[in-house]
């Protein structure tokens, strides 16, 4: 079913195979941040810690997108193919993604 043809919030609450607080973590978040907002339609990307105990997935990536063609650009751009093939199948033990528009 298509979005509405409204703003799309974008995120992906995940765990890395990393240890917390390591080098490899930390590479992984910058260069998904460098990668992901290098993609034209990208907006308010952010980078989040969880600090509840009750979820065992670790980080959340959250971007915006002005509308479903910007989202659907996004997804098939290059760059976010790559970082997913190179970065995030080797890297993620685990995650859920969500794509939220206004109620």
């Known amino acids: 079913m298509p979005f509405s043809p409204t703003r799309v919030q974008h995120t992906v609450v995940f765990r890395l195979v990393h240890v917390p607080g390591s080098p490899e ?22 980078v989040n ?38 970065r995030w199948v080797p890297e993620v033990a685990e995650f859920q993604e969500y794509d939220f528009v206004e109620a």
């Open 49 to 86: 810690r969880q600090v509840s105990p009750k979820s065992g997935l670790s980080h959340q990536f959250s971007m915006v997108f002005a509308d479903e063609a910007a989202y659907r650009t996004y997804n098939d751009h290059p760059t976010h193919v790559a970082f997913v093939a190179e």
């Open 25 to 46: 973590e930390r590479a992984f978040l910058a260069d998904g941040r460098a990668a992901l907002t290098s993609i034209p339609g990208v907006e308010d990307f952010r």
